[in-house]
């Protein structure tokens, strides 16, 4: 916000200094060592004048001379967000990258990784009506569900049907969204948001999401972690335990630090998944922050001023309090 901020009447502002001299002036005859000068001794004139510790204090002059100062930034239109018109927000497009894969199934959440993030999506989706939204699945490779709509059952049909036993790859090759993604977004893709719904990635596809992500007309990219670092079972449907390579239960606890590194060196924005609606109220402002930034031609900035007018009004009821006269 304080980068942003800036006057959309500047103009207003030369007004400042020729307030403060005014009441520099003022509140200077208000003393009365300035009528008095040297004719008085100092402690005989301290004696002798009247109300002397009001003259001192905060008067109406401090006040109404605030009060000026706030009316006149007021009218220079301090403003340090842009107001985007209702159809640029609507075009406002999703991808949501879903992770299906065996580490998923996951029970440290109930009912399981993959339900959790299947129910978030829902509710993003369901906070999101009227705009385009596009369903990816991957595993060891990305494949396009659903193509951008704005029809929320048709969305909640698919997630519903999406398991790992129908992904033609194993693994967790998030970076193969990124082709997806884009075609997508098409010549939206800088005011898109590309969403993975994710256990985690694979330290082998860092370099090349930093090099999507750097490119100019590359989409915001945001990931929700779903699941905790110590992990959980994942669980097949007939109930046995998933097994990894060696032939052991698989490990799916959520490694921190390289979620660290995949963001610092990425870019992405790490959400993790929360029992409330936090995360989907993050996620929001999140996309809402992504089309600000794209900079809609049509955007105007928002006048701020009138928050300053409360302010300005409480400032000329103080002045005239009882017992307050203003020369």
Same mark, same amino acid.
């Given at each position: 916000?304080?980068? *942003? ?23 200077? *005859? ?16 301290? #004696? ?8 001192? %204090?905060?008067? #109406? ?20 967000? *842009? ?24 029970? /440290? ?7 959790? %993030? ?8 369901? !906070? ?11 595993? %060891?490779? #990305? ?31 998030? !970076?193969?969204?990124? +082709? ?56 097949? +449907? /007939? ?36 029992? /409330? !609606? ?15 930034? !794209?900079? /809609?031609?049509?955007? *105007? ?21 009882? %017992?307050?006269?203003?020369?």
């Amino acid at each position: 916000m304080i980068e *942003q901020l800036h006057f959309l009447r500047p103009v207003w502002l030369l007004a400042l200094p020729g307030i403060t001299v005014l009441w520099w002036l003022l509140r200077r *005859q208000q003393n009365p060592a300035a009528h008095l000068g040297n004719l008085v001794a100092p402690h005989l004139r301290k #004696a002798l004048t009247i109300e002397r510790d009001s003259r001192t %204090g905060f008067s #109406a002059l401090d006040s109404f001379a605030l009060a000026l100062l706030a009316l006149t930034l007021a009218a220079a239109g301090p403003a340090w967000r *842009q107001q985007v018109a209702p159809w640029f927000e609507e075009t406002a497009p999703l991808v949501i990258a879903l992770e299906v894969t065996d580490s998923m199934r996951s029970n /440290d959440l109930t009912p399981s990784r993959l339900e959790r %993030g299947r129910f978030k999506a829902l509710d993003l989706i369901a !906070a999101r009506t009227g705009a385009r939204t596009a369903l990816i699945a991957y595993a %060891g490779s #990305a494949h396009i569900v659903v193509p951008p709509t704005t029809d929320s059952a048709v969305l909640a049909g698919f997630l519903e049907s999406l398991d790992p036993a129908i992904m033609p790859r194993p693994g967790n090759h998030a !970076a193969s969204v990124l +082709p997806l993604a884009r075609d997508l977004l098409g010549a939206s893709s800088t005011l898109g948001t590309v969403l993975f719904i994710t256990d985690g990635f694979d330290s082998a596809d860092i370099p090349e999401l930093a090099r999507f992500s750097a490119g100019p007309t590359a989409p915001a990219l945001a990931a929700l972690v779903v699941g905790t670092e110590a992990g959980g079972v994942a669980l097949l +449907p /007939d109930g046995k335990p998933v097994t990894g390579p060696n032939g052991a239960a698989l490990q799916t606890g959520i490694n921190r630090d390289l979620l660290n590194r995949v963001s610092r060196e990425t870019g992405i924005t790490l959400i993790p998944v929360e029992n /409330d !609606a936090g995360d989907i109220r993050r996620l929001l402002r999140l996309i809402e922050s992504n089309l600000l930034q !794209a900079e /809609d031609p049509e955007a *105007q900035w928002h006048d701020e001023g009138w928050l300053l007018l409360w302010p300005a009004l409480l400032l000329l009821l103080y002045g005239f309090r009882r %017992g307050w006269v203003l020369r």
